[in-house]
């Protein structure tokens, strides 16, 4: 599959985790070890209270700055929510919707991702929308039906302009967070069976534009085998993004793929 259609985004999720104060000790070392050529993107992923102090802190660096969550809402009485309107008003350029963690410690479903990520559509927002299967449903033989439905309810409704802007990230249950990560020929069978998903959806030309990223204990050995994939087009990179070396290495491996 020819990736020239798709620039190679590789986003942090730095969870809940850091303050505001680590922010510019975080930039200036990113800085100096990172080689960012114009072929590929970065991003991270922060808390909502640490956002102006890393748009602050990253000066000139290209790396743009996301969200992990956000409100289906536009306004109003929603006591403890975070608006898409507020994250773009603070300079947001991507928000992770759908992640394993909040679907299962907060039991978002396919229909709150999908209203969560229309929501960051109108506000201009870039979703990077997560999906994956548990240990259970792949030794069930449950993951591409298990992901494809998930991709099929994530997407509903995005309007024709806008499909190929969405990010899908595939993001096995088993492999966050737990240092075992998705061979690159497991995590290329279920981006592949993504890829096709897209085109049934959007047809063929627009799902050629659509990235699908890769995330699950991805870090600074294992990416340049998973992003030589022919459809993974990044990566979404949880514990490495939060050490500013490795995340380096982890972009210094997309510039070269
Ligand atoms: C994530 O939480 O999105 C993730 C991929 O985490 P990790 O890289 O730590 O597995």
Redesign the pocket.
């Known amino acids: 599959m020819d990736k020239t259609n798709r620039k190679p985004l590789i986003a942090g999720?730095w969870?809940m985790n850091k303050l505001a104060s680590e922010a510019l000790g975080f930039w200036s070392q990113l800085r100096q070890a990172l080689k960012l050529t114009p072929e590929v993107e970065g991003a991270l992923c922060v808390p909502f209270p640490l956002i102006p102090a890393m748009q602050a802190a990253r000066g000139d660096c290209p790396i743009r700055i996301g969200a992990q969550d956000v409100s289906s809402h536009e306004a109003g009485a929603y006591t403890g929510e975070v608006s898409a309107a507020m994250l773009a008003d603070l300079g947001v350029a991507y928000g992770i919707v759908g992640?394993s963690e909040r679907r299962t410690y907060h039991g978002e479903t396919d229909a709150l991702v999908n209203q969560k990520l229309l929501a960051l559509l109108r506000a201009d927002i870039t979703p990077i929308l997560c999906v994956g299967e548990s240990l259970e449903q792949r030794d069930g033989g449950q993951t591409l039906d298990f992901v494809e439905s998930q991709v099929r309810n994530g997407l509903k409704d995005v309007p024709e302009a806008e499909r190929s802007r969405v990010i899908v990230a595939y993001?096995p249950i088993w492999?966050?967070?737990t240092g075992r990560t998705a061979t690159a020929e497991q995590a290329q069978e279920v981006c592949g069976h993504i890829r096709a998903v897209l085109g049934e959806l959007f047809g063929a030309e627009t799902a050629r534009h659509i990235r699908v990223l890769y995330?699950?204990?991805?870090n600074g050995k294992n990416a340049a085998s998973l992003l030589a994939k022919p459809d993974i087009d990044g990566g979404?990179?949880?514990?490495?993004s939060l050490k500013p070396l490795e995340f380096a290495d982890i972009i210094g491996a997309a510039n070269e793929g």
Do not use: D, F, P, Q
Request: aromatic fraction near 0%; charged fraction near 10%; proline fraction near 0%.
């Open positions: 999720n969870k992640h993001e492999a966050i967070g995330g699950g204990s991805m979404l990179i949880g514990g490495a």
